[in-house]
């Protein structure tokens, strides 16, 4: 590793832009490492970002430790890329541990990369753009510009995008998506996804939304005649109840409240949809089941157990996602001050399924005496 500790001194500046680790040896680990410059308190430092399935973890270090960490973490990377200002490197680590460095030098030198820890967020959906349905909503004016009172909603917005555009390989560009939108609400995010996904991405999608309130939906359908999104309906209905469709590709469910979101989830799991992104809400399921006298410092103060109670419901959403065979992760939809329900479940199919999901699953529910509504949907009453 003596050639890349070289480059990593060399390349650890002011010039650097950005590095990304890929490819990895095992996949019960981290999956994927970004390394990006940033300044704070007036130092300057290196952020090593590591994604496992289901966490995100990250360090601050100075460019020495960042150049000894990064060779570290490589002895289970295949491959690292990294940008500087004017060249690119592709590292590539064989099985034995030999190094191959390629270079590339760049037409056209690269801005200094941003060092602001705080540094301004490109968004997906960028200010002075003007979007109509954005105008409508009362989020953005005729000029583009974002309304101040509305700047969390566009942020809130933009942070959505992220999570589909992480999953967009997922999804095939070459014939007609189904996506389901469970309690879409006002559907700030579901013209969001659809403008998205059909007009700056280009797929051919057709988004469904539903909920219950008829003057919601009235009001949704008539924005979608007016932009002529032709593909985009909102209907009236129930969750449990909704038989309209053979086949999803993705599911969404935002605040949906309590055993709503299971529902949902069991849906979307019934129609083997390849993406499901979940924003749980209000959840008093297992709040009302839980008893365990080893819990009594958290169980007799009903703050905290309401706030235990919500963590263990999405806990097992997640588990039981996976024994369907799916890799689930539980993201950080918004910052805290903005909303208490900011924990998002993102699960995307896979080919493995996962064996000890469902011995994880019952010791938990043993241990806290509970039996959530979603293992009653996708299981019954066998032993779970």
């Known amino acids: 590793m003596e050639k890349l500790q070289e480059l990593l001194n060399n390349v650890l500046n002011i010039e650097f832009v950005q590095g990304i680790m890929s490819n990895?040896?095992?996949s019960d680990g981290v999956?994927?490492?970004?390394?990006?410059?940033?300044?704070?308190?007036?130092?300057?430092?290196?952020?090593?970002?590591s994604f496992t399935k289901t966490q995100v973890f990250h360090e601050?270090?100075?460019?020495?430790?960042?150049?000894?960490?990064?060779?570290?973490?490589?002895?289970?990377?295949?491959?690292l890329q990294v940008t500087t200002r004017s060249v690119n490197y592709t590292v590539l680590v064989s099985k034995k541990g030999k190094v191959t460095i390629q270079k590339k030098h760049l037409e056209k030198k690269l801005e200094e990369a941003a060092l602001s820890h705080n540094r301004t967020k490109k968004y997906i959906l960028r200010e002075g753009m003007a979007v109509p349905f954005l105008e409508d909503l009362g989020i953005m004016t005729s000029e583009g510009k974002i309304v101040k009172s509305r700047f969390d909603k566009f942020r809130q917005m933009n942070r959505f995008l992220e999570f589909i555009e992480d999953i967009l390989p997922r999804l095939d560009k070459g014939r007609e998506l189904t996506i389901l939108d469970f309690g879409c609400g006002k559907s700030y995010l579901t013209f969001a996804m659809y403008y998205y996904l059909h007009e700056l991405k280009e797929y051919d999608i057709r988004i469904i939304g539903l909920d219950l309130k008829e003057d919601v939906i009235e009001h949704c359908s008539g924005l979608a005649r007016k932009y002529g999104y032709e593909k985009l309906t909102f209907l009236v209905g129930d969750i449990a109840d909704y038989e309209g469709v053979q086949a999803v590709d993705m599911v969404v469910t935002l605040h949906a409240c309590?055993?709503?979101?299971d529902y949902a989830l069991a849906k979307a799991i019934g129609w083997n949809a390849q993406v499901i992104l979940s924003v749980p809400c209000c959840q008093h399921e297992l709040n009302k089941q839980i008893a365990n006298e080893m819990l009594a410092p958290i169980m007799d103060y009903g703050l905290l157990k309401e706030r235990f109670a919500a963590l263990v419901t999405d806990g097992l959403r997640a588990k039981y996602?996976?024994?369907a065979g799916y890799e689930t992760q539980v993201l950080e939809f918004i910052d805290m001050e903005h909303t208490p329900k900011n924990i998002l479940l993102r699960a995307v199919k896979s080919k493995k399924d996962n064996v000890s999901a469902r011995r994880e699953i019952r010791e938990c529910e043993t241990f806290l005496q509970v039996k959530p509504t979603l293992g009653k949907l996708l299981y019954g009453d066998e032993e779970r």
């Open 31 to 49: 999956l994927k490492i970004k390394v990006r410059p940033v300044g704070k308190k007036g130092n300057f430092y290196f952020q090593l970002e």
């Open 60 to 79: 601050n270090l100075m460019p020495e430790e960042a150049a000894g960490r990064i060779v570290e973490y490589m002895g289970n990377f295949r491959q």
């Open 321 to 323: 996602l996976e024994t």
């Open 24 to 26: 990895p040896r095992r």
């Open 258 to 261: 309590d055993t709503a979101t």
